[in-house]
């Protein structure tokens, strides 16, 4: 994975979101970081980043902050394709 150019929105969440969706944010539909405690998450249809690298045979980690949904299990980063998170699901921890 290389980033050699700018890839970053104006908030925390529509980053995240295009970096691991591999999409801009009119295609995601992520504008601005979730309130915490909101029912809202990045939708569950998009395959992220660390599923494709895991069938390509990587183990996947995360470590800081998610910010993408934390409401239910499945919103959850470990649901979503990472072996194991450390860190914080919303903003305000």
Same mark, same amino acid.
């Given at each position: ?20 969706? #591999? ?36 183990? !996947? ?16 980063? !470990?649901?979503? #394709?990472?072996?194991?998170?450390? #860190? ?6």
């Amino acid at each position: 994975l290389s980033l050699d150019n700018y890839h970053t929105m104006p908030a925390c969440s529509p980053t995240r979101a295009s970096i691991l969706t #591999g999409r801009h944010a009119i295609h995601h539909g992520v504008y601005v970081q979730f309130a915490p405690g909101s029912d809202a998450a990045l939708n569950s249809s998009y395959k992220l980043l660390p599923r494709y690298m895991k069938e390509q045979g990587y183990r !996947t980690h995360m470590v800081g902050k998610w910010h993408l949904g934390d409401y239910k299990m499945s919103a959850l980063p !470990t649901s979503r #394709g990472f072996d194991t998170f450390l #860190g914080y699901l919303s903003g305000a921890e």
